[in-house]
Every structure is written in C-alpha cells, then in structure tokens.
C-alpha cells in the first residue's frame, strides 16, 4: 500500500509521467517477458523480433507477429489501464511512456502516449522515402494473405512497426519521452523490470530532477531502492487506490 506522503505529492503535482512496462498488461492476459510468469524463458521474440529474422524470412515473422495479433486481439484493458487514462484528466501536463506495443492503454482512453517500442497494430513501409511510411489498422484488418504485405504505393516490403532487438528508437518518440521525463514533477513507473534502456533509466533521472518516483510492481526491481517509494502490488490493484485516495476515483 502506497503512503499520505505518496498521494499528497500527487495531488500537489503539476506535470505528471506514467512508464509502463509489461506488467501493466498481465492482468489483461498479456504474457510478461521476465519476472515470475514471464515467457521470457520460451518465448521466440528473441529469435523472431529482429532485423535479421525479418531479412532471413519476413514471411515467418509475419506470421509470428499475426499470431501474436491474433492472441492480443480480444483481451482488454485492465483497471490499471483505466486509472492511469483517468490520471491523465487530472493533470494539464500528463505523459504516458509505454514500452508495450499491445494498445491497450489507447483502448483504455490515454490520449498523450509515447511509444517507446511501437505498436503491434500497426506496420511500416521498409522504403524510409515512401510517404506511406507509417500505416495504423484501427478496425483490427490485418492483411494476411499474400504474405508478406507489400506497400501498395511503392511495393516495398511492409514491417510491424515496432522496435526489433539491436534496433534504436524512434528519435522522435525518445525526445517526446525524455522532455516529459525531464519537465515532471512526479513520476509512476508500473509493471517493468527496468532491464531494458532507455526506459530503465528514465526513473531515476526524474528523481534526480526533484520529482516523487512511485514504482508500482508485485516484484522487487533493481531501481525500487532509488524510488521515492515502491509498492509490491499490482498495478491493477494499487492504481485504481491511489486515484481513489488522491481524486475521489
Ligand atoms: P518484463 O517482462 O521485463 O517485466 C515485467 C514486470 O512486470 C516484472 O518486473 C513483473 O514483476 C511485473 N509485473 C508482473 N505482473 C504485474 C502486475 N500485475 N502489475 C505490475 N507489475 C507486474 O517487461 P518489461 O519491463 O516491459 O522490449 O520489458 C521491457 C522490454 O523488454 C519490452 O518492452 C521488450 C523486452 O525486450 C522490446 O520488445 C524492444
């Protein structure tokens, strides 16, 4: 259970980040990668999810991606994901960095999302110079035949348009994330094991910039003994408190 001093600096905020991380989507029936539960152990996406795969066989890895599509396309937000969409009401300076690329905080209502990884619904033209650079499907109408898609204005190859292992980020979704890190006052950060950068560090710099740094996660993590305060529930649970205890729910 999180403290007053934690709720009080968050009713006194005034510019607000949540980083989220797989955990927020477990109680949806997302698979987390590591920590208790993880598929981190059997999970392909080290295999699959990376440029090599993609130029080896972008057949197969379309095919793992539109299962994982398939898996995704039902389940829905939790009432962590509602909290957090509600949190953003609350504050007229409010950004939410996701490492997941499941959607569900979009589904939920979030509207300021950076994210830092992409998203699984939608692809991208490999021709950096297409202007159809960057496609979104919004009614969940994956192309799955013939595989693997082809950009219909320069007949590239299309790609899911999310970050693969060895990959950088989108230059412009780490500047939207590292400015809203830089400029709050009060820092969540849910449902990461804070083993991948830049997320990873991206709490600590918020401490170190005078913000309240509150880590919502059932697990310790490396950086719960940097954190203003750390609370072993999960983000389902505590999130949905904490709104209630500082805003009335
Ligand atoms: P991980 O699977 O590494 O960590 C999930 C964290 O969520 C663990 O620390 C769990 O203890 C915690 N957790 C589990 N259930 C929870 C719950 N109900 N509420 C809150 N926390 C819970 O996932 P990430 O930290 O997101 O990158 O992994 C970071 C990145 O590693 C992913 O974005 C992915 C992977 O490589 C790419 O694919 C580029």
Not at 62 to 80: K, S
Request: charged share 20%; with cysteine; proline share 8%.
């Amino acid at each position: 259970m999180f403290s007053q001093r934690a709720v009080d600096a968050l009713k006194e905020a005034e510019s607000v980040v949540v980083l989220t991380g797989a955990g927020v989507s477990a109680e949806s029936g997302v698979p987390t990668f590591r920590g208790a539960g993880g598929l981190w152990r059997e999970y392909s996406a080290t295999s699959l999810a990376t440029p090599e795969a993609f130029r080896a066989d972008p057949r197969l890895v379309w095919e793992f991606y539109n299962y994982r599509r398939e898996v995704l396309a039902p389940l829905a937000p939790n009432p962590g994901h509602y909290a957090i969409a509600s949190l953003e009401d609350s504050f007229a300076r409010f950004t939410l960095i996701t490492q997941n690329i499941d959607n569900l905080h979009r589904v939920a209502g979030t509207r300021e999302i950076v994210e830092l990884h992409g998203n699984i619904w939608r692809v991208r033209c490999t021709n950096l110079g297409c202007e159809r650079y960057t496609l979104a499907w919004e009614n969940r109408d994956v192309p799955i035949d013939p595989l693997p898609p082809r950009c219909e204005a320069c007949e590239s190859l299309l790609r899911p348009h999310v970050v693969w292992f060895g990959e950088m980020l989108d230059p412009e979704q780490l500047r939207r994330a590292l400015v809203a890190v830089d400029d709050c006052d009060y820092l969540i950060v849910a449902g990461t094991s804070a083993a991948v950068q830049p997320a990873a560090s991206m709490p600590m710099t918020a401490s170190r910039g005078g913000a309240f740094v509150l880590e919502v996660n059932p697990e310790p993590t490396d950086i719960s003994p940097y954190m203003s305060e750390a609370v072993q529930e999960p983000s389902g649970v505590a999130l949905p408190r904490l709104l209630e205890a500082a805003f009335g729910g």
